[in-house]
Antibody, heavy 113, light 109 residues
Framework: QVQLQESGPGLVKPSGTLSLTCAVS?????????CSWVRQPPGKGLEWIGE???????NYNPSLKSRVTMSLDRSKQQFSLMLSSVTAGDTAIYYC??????WGQGTLVTVSS | QTVVTQEPSLTVSPGGTVTLTCGSS?????????AHWFQQKPGQAPRALIS???NKHSWTPARFSGSLLGGKAALTLSGAQPEDEADYYC?????????FGGGTKVTVL
C-alpha cells in the first residue's frame, strides 16, 4: 500500500519561501507518472498547485507559476514544493498526491509574522 | 480564467439517488477533460473516487459512478448511505493544467 507523508515548517514569515517535502513509501517513486501538490485554505475548496513527472517535466497553475518550483529526488523517494514570496493568502493545508490517486494526510502551513 | 462549476449543495435521502455535475466555462465537458472526482470528509484528506470520467478505483464503492451528462461531467450516487455525507470535488484537465470545481456538499437526510 502506497503511503505519502508531507513534512516541512508549519509557520512561514510573509515574503519568505514555503518549502515542503513529500515522502513516498510502499512503491518506487519511479512508478509514479505524476507527483502533484494541492492546497486547501481553511474552510475553503481545493486548489491545484502543480505536478511533476517522473522524468522531471512540470506543469504549474498559471496563477502561481511565477512563484512555484517542484523537484524530485529519486534516491530519497521524495518530491518537493517551494513557493516563494508568500503572503497570508498562501495559508492552507498542503497535500501531495501520486497520480491524483494516492494522497498524503496534508500539512497546515500558516503564513504569519 | 477557467472556472469549473459544481452545485454548492445537494440533499439525498438514505437509499436515494443523487447526481452531481461538473461544468466548464470553456464549453461542453468531453472525455478529453479526463474528469476526476474526489470525496472529502471533515478533517480528512481528499479520497479519489473516479478518474478518466468513469473509471473507478479498487476502493470506490459500487454505488458511485461517473459519466458525461448534458455537456458536463457527472457523479451519480445510487443508494446513498449515511457515510456518503461529505464534500465532493471534481477536477478537469486543460492540457497540462488542472482546475478544481468549488465542491458540492452532499447531505444524506
Amino acid at each position: 500500500q502506497v503511503q505519502l507523508q508531507e513534512s516541512g515548517p508549519g509557520l512561514v514569515k510573509p515574503s519568505g519561501t514555503l518549502s515542503l517535502t513529500c515522502a513516498v513509501s510502499g512503491d518506487s517513486i519511479t512508478n509514479t507518472d505524476w507527483c502533484s501538490w494541492v492546497r486547501q485554505p481553511p474552510g475553503k475548496g481545493l486548489e491545484w498547485i502543480g505536478e511533476l513527472s517522473h522524468s522531471g517535466g512540470t506543469n504549474y497553475n498559471p496563477s502561481l507559476k511565477s512563484r512555484v518550483t517542484m523537484s524530485l529526488d529519486r534516491s530519497k523517494q521524495q518530491f518537493s514544493l517551494m513557493l516563494s514570496s508568500v503572503t497570508a493568502g498562501d495559508t492552507a493545508i498542503y497535500y501531495c498526491a501520486r497520480n491524483l490517486d494516492d494522497w498524503g494526510q496534508g500539512t497546515l502551513v500558516t503564513v504569519s509574522s | 480564467q477557467t472556472v469549473v462549476t459544481q452545485e454548492p449543495s445537494l440533499t439525498v435521502s438514505p437509499g436515494g439517488t443523487v447526481t452531481l455535475t461538473c461544468g466548464s466555462s470553456t464549453g461542453a465537458v468531453t472525455s478529453t477533460y479526463d474528469a476526476h472526482w474526489f470525496q472529502q470528509k471533515p478533517g480528512q484528506a481528499p479520497r479519489a473516487l473516479i478518474s478518466g470520467t468513469s473509471n473507478k478505483h479498487s476502493w470506490t464503492p459500487a454505488r458511485f459512478s461517473g459519466s458525461l451528462l448534458g455537456g458536463k461531467a457527472a457523479l451519480t450516487l445510487s443508494g446513498a448511505q449515511p457515510e456518503d455525507e461529505a464534500d465532493y470535488y471534481c477536477l478537469l484537465s486543460y492540457g497540462g493544467s488542472w482546475v478544481f470545481g468549488g465542491g458540492t456538499k452532499v447531505t444524506v437526510l
